[in-house]
């Protein structure tokens, strides 16, 4: 079976910086394009950032563009967000999804797997 887990939320002061990772097993990590995607409290999913399968296109949300930067390391199947200069307005649950596709898509019916989430708080 596929799972996806992710790691390394918690909580941390405005400015400082955190790096989740999400694991894969279960499925061959390169023919994957991955994604992050953060959900607060009252608010829609959102799209944060992904890679393609290469890991050569990288987009990101415009409130997180120039703070938060996504990697992926195919020989540890496991997929990075690095997080600095964190605002309270980033406090949300954070997932990892895993596409099919080429390149990472903004929308979330592109996604085949998803983690179940890690959460990140941001005290102002």
């Known amino acids: 079976q596929v799972q996806l887990v992710e790691s390394g939320g918690g909580l941390v002061q405005a400015g400082d910086s955190l790096r989740l990772s999400c694991a894969a097993s279960g499925l061959t990590f390169s023919a994957y394009a991955m994604g992050w995607f953060r959900q607060a409290p009252g608010k829609a999913r959102e799209f944060v950032g992904g890679?393609?399968?290469?890991?050569?296109?990288?987009p990101y949300a415009d409130s997180v563009k120039g703070r938060f930067t996504i990697s992926r390391d195919n020989a540890k199947s496991t997929v990075y967000l690095q997080m600095n200069s964190l605002r309270p307005e980033d406090t949300a649950v954070y997932y990892c999804?895993?596409?099919?596709?080429?390149?990472?898509?903004?929308?979330?019916?592109?996604?085949?797997?998803w983690g179940l989430g890690t959460q990140v708080t941001v005290s102002s």
């Open positions: 890679l393609s399968r290469s890991g050569g296109v990288t």
């Open positions: 999804a895993a596409s099919p596709k080429l390149l990472a898509s903004v929308a979330s019916r592109d996604y085949n797997y």
